[in-house]
């Protein structure tokens, strides 16, 4: 069943404008989208799309995905470094309003073309392999997350991309269910390497988020405090 699992770059013929919080997507679904009141459905639709086609056809693609048959049921999005870095872009989450979701000033920017950047690195935004929403998900820890990453490593490094990095934290599910953000060890055992290491700031965060965070991290035998520890994931695509 999993080696039926087929990963390729996203593109015109289906853009994954929306994430899989609700259910894994198609042709058929992606525009019934669920009733949430966080989410403005709307208005991330009039901002996503044309911010996606415009990543698109500047670079090639923006996302990994995995299809099971006529459904994606896993991705891995990612953006220029030099794309991320613009005001406009805010942190680019597709399902919140600016300044966490991308403005609609965004699309408007220059993009500049891939030979002309100084810093060829690619920002891994997030990976999401089914979801912790679904009553059943059959395809979580079956190596499809891994499957997605050597995919963009061998598209980037094809494309003439210099590196890759992410962002990871200690191996917390809650972490990575809320923002598809994996664990450090996901991303070593990948060859990437640390480079940096700060701390996330969790002004505003919810406190139950917050508390599960630490829970998690002390059954793992880490410190209440290290759930916050936030490492720079590099891999370098040179030589």
Not at 50 to 78: E, N, Q, S
Not at 136 to 147: A, F
């Amino acid at each position: 069943m999993w080696e039926d699992i087929i990963i390729a770059p996203m593109s015109e013929e289906f853009i994954l404008w929306r994430c899989l919080h609700h259910a894994p997507l198609s042709k058929d679904n992606i525009e019934d989208c669920p009733p949430d009141q966080r989410v403005d459905w709307q208005s991330r639709h009039a901002i996503n799309l044309p911010v996606l086609r415009k990543i698109m056809h500047t670079y090639g693609a923006c996302a990994m995905l995995a299809w099971d048959g006529t459904r994606v049921v896993g991705f891995l999005r990612f953006y220029p470094k030099a794309i991320m870095a613009m005001e406009e872009a805010g942190f680019l989450c597709l399902q919140q309003a600016y300044p966490d979701g991308a403005s609609e000033r965004l699309v408007r920017n220059c993009f500049p073309p891939l030979e002309e950047m100084g810093d060829k690195t690619l920002l891994v935004h997030c990976l999401m392999v089914g979801s912790p929403y679904w009553e059943e998900n059959p395809y979580r820890r079956k190596g499809i997350g891994t499957r997605l990453v050597r995919a963009l490593m061998r598209w980037a490094k094809d494309c003439g991309w210099e590196a890759i990095e992410a962002f990871a934290f200690e191996e917390l599910d809650v972490i990575y269910d809320a923002s598809g953000a994996t664990g450090k060890r996901f991303w070593e055992r990948l060859g990437f390497q640390m480079v940096g290491q700060d701390t996330l700031p969790l002004g505003g965060v919810d406190e139950g988020f917050v508390s599960a965070m630490r829970e998690q991290a002390v059954a793992l035998g880490l410190q209440p405090e290290d759930a916050q520890n936030r490492y720079t994931m590099r891999f370098e695509l040179k030589g």
